[in-house]
């Protein structure tokens, strides 16, 4: 378990991003805050346009301004700002707001301190670069060594997340590789320069189940190499299951539940995330339809009023609090968060920022 003195190595407070121009903006990220641990995997759950992807490319300032922009809040990184002068699990460094960062500063911690696996590996690694030139620039860029060195450092990395006769395969090219090679590719690039925060949105989308199952087994083993922290996005609670530590559920731009992955699992607190829950197949299981979440995750340009969640909910039961005032994020049980008017205790919750440095003792199998 977490030292008492450990602080987050990523803390995001009440993030709102909206999109838009002259004819009116959309929050597509809206209050959002949660915090990463050192050596902690976070889980973002929800559904399509919740804003899951939206919060990951804002921690590395990658949303285009325009038509995007940070109207509130801060992303702390307490990584580091320049080369990294401790292991990953350090974290006693000052916290800086990412979102105020000098653009030079910036790219210091962008690939080199933090670094992303984008969803789509074949749109992400650029058609006509070879592999070895994509990996190399990153290295070049961020880390002190001569082109020679950073071959080597490419060939290594290659080597390490599985892929045969490394050297080769740096002079391929992204076409003349499976889906589950380029990913593999994509987590060498992201790791080449030992980052301490990987962002992974959906690492294992358009993979067959094989393949997803090795990709995900080589992430856990690298992370409990590297002693690094994951932020992990998926839409697949079986993932969370095996993989996470702590849990933000996602609705509508806004984190509808928090905690950790045991107390997610075992006492549900929010609506739609019983309904995710209710939706996945058991084993042993004889009903011969899985339960579904009615309707559709709203348009963000044309919110309902009150909980986001109300045309939704089976909790409802016309309550006319659910559709007029919306819920905040509050700390319902111990470490435990929900933004649900009907959830039991939640009149009596206690407003406190999402904060969790829980990491399961046992290994995530």
């Known amino acids: ?15 709102a991003v909206s999109f838009g121009g002259d004819r009116g903006r959309v929050l597509a990220v809206n209050r959002v805050n949660f915090s990463v641990y050192p050596r902690q995997t976070l889980a973002v759950v929800g559904e399509s346009g919740c804003g899951k992807s939206v919060t990951a490319l804002s921690t590395l300032r990658l949303v285009p301004t325009p038509p995007g922009r940070f109207d509130g809040g801060r992303i702390l990184w307490s990584g580091g700002k320049g080369e990294k002068t401790g292991p990953a699990s350090d974290s006693n460094t000052t916290p800086v707001n990412l979102l105020t960062l000098p653009d030079r500063d ?4 962008r690939g080199n301190q933090i670094a992303m696996i984008f969803q789509e590996p074949m749109t992400s690694l650029n ?8 990996i190399l620039e990153a290295i070049l860029l961020h880390q002190k060594v001569d082109r020679r060195q950073a071959v ?8 390490e997340v599985g892929i045969a006769d490394p050297g080769p395969r740096l002079k391929e090219y992204p076409h003349r590789l499976s889906g589950g090679m ?28 094989t393949i997803q199952a090795q990709i995900l087994e080589l992430l856990r083993r690298l992370q409990e190499q590297r002693g690094m922290s994951v932020l992990l996005i998926t839409h697949d609670l079986g993932v ?31 609506p739609y995330t019983k309904g995710l829950f209710a939706s996945m197949p058991v084993l042993g299981d004889e009903r011969k339809r899985l339960a579904t979440i009615p309707g559709n995750v709203p348009n963000p340009a044309r919110l309902p009023k009150g909980c986001p969640f109300n045309p939704r909910c089976a909790e409802m039961n016309n309550d006319a609090k659910c559709g007029s005032d919306d819920p905040p994020l509050l700390e319902v049980r111990e470490k435990h968060w929900a933004a649900c008017w009907h959830t039991p205790g939640y009149a009596q919750g206690k ?15």
């Open 152 to 159: 080597e450092i490419a060939t290594a990395a290659l080597a």
């Open 240 to 270: 969370v299951a095996e993989n996470a530590d702590t849990v933000a559920v996602m609705y509508a731009g806004r984190v509808v539940e928090f905690g950790s992955v045991v107390d997610v699992f075992r006492e549900p607190l929010h």
């Open 106 to 109: 910036m790219r210091s911690i």
């Open 182 to 209: 380029r990913q593999r590719v994509m987590i060498a690039m992201a790791l080449a320069c030992q980052p301490r925060l990987l962002l992974a949105d959906e690492p294992t989308t358009a993979l067959d189940v």
């Open 1 to 15: 378990m977490p030292t008492p003195a450990e602080q987050p190595l990523l803390r995001i407070e009440n993030l």
């Open 351 to 365: 407003a406190t920022v999402p904060d969790l440095a829980f990491r399961r003792e046992t290994a995530k199998v």
């Open 127 to 134: 058609p006509v670069y070879t592999i070895g030139e994509q």
